[in-house]
T-cell receptor, first 116, second 114 residues
Framework: AQKITQTQPGMFVQEKEAVTLDCTYD???????LFWYKQPSSGEMIFLIY??????QNATEGRYSLNFQKARKSANLVISASQLGDSAMYFC?????????????FGTGTRLTIIP | DGGITQSPKYLFRKEGQNVTLSCEQN?????MYWYRQDPGQGLRLIYY???????QKGDIAEGYSVSREKKESFPLTVTSAQKNPTAFYLC?????????????FGPGTRLLVL
């Protein structure tokens, strides 16, 4: 089974609208972390936001927020007031701690295109 | 400026040749990682190191080797045993492995086979 599933291969959103990128995950580890990264066409991966499995509040970083629904194993990224510069690939990733061996598993990504 | 540098930006490999990708960080991070990205795919972990002179295999270590002789450097060698090396290679570092620490990435190296 896929550890991280991103079901939206591509999305087109009008500038200034909010956008939600979906991410579901699968783990039996009680302690885990969820990350979102942005990858522009240049290729570099840019860290956006983090949510820990024991965090009670949803994480927020500027225009980015993470809608964490633990029971549903869902960690959707919400971008408010989208901008043209938000056009990029977005990856959801999960860190599990399995007997001290760190693993970061990435989804296949969502390509977001902001339309002027 | 602090950051992660990777060189070269593009690398061409001939059949049967070993090539080494450089990764350097001046962030004083303990943990370093190598990932491979194929077109339309997410990242897959090749090797990681949590401390100098120690490293662990990731999910796709076959055909690759690494060393960690200095804290700031984590070079990756793509050996001739790696039959399909054409990919985008990303190096990352983290203050230490685990917890809420994110991994911060370099600009990547594109490896092409001639």
């Amino acid at each position: 089974a896929q550890k991280i599933t991103q079901t939206q291969p591509g999305m087109f959103v009008q500038e200034k609208e909010a956008v939600t990128l979906d991410c579901t995950y699968d783990t039996s580890d009680p302690s885990y972390g969820l990350f979102w990264y942005k990858q522009p066409s240049s290729g570099e991966m840019i860290f956006l936001i983090y949510q820990g499995s024991y965090d009670q509040q949803n994480a927020t970083e500027g225009r980015y927020s993470l809608n964490f629904q633990k029971a549903r194993k869902s960690a959707n990224l919400v971008i408010s007031a989208s901008q043209l510069g938000d056009s990029a690939m977005y990856f959801c990733a999960m860190r599990e701690t399995n007997f001290g061996n760190e693993k970061l598993t990435f989804g296949t990504g969502t390509r977001l295109t902001i339309i002027p | 400026d602090g950051g992660i540098t990777q060189s070269p930006k593009y690398l061409f490999r001939k059949e049967g040749q070993n090539v080494t990708l450089s990764c350097e960080q001046n962030l004083n991070h303990d943990a370093m990682y190598w990932y491979r990205q194929d077109p339309g795919q997410g990242l897959r972990l090749i090797y990681y190191s949590q401390i100098v002179n120690d490293f662990q295999k990731g999910d796709i270590a076959e055909g690759y080797s690494v060393s960690r002789e200095k804290k700031e450097s984590f070079p990756l060698t793509v050996t001739s045993a790696q039959k399909n090396p054409t990919a985008f290679y990303l190096c990352a570092s983290s203050p230490w492995a685990g917890g809420s620490w994110a991994q911060y990435f370099g600009p990547g190296t594109r490896l092409l086979v001639l």
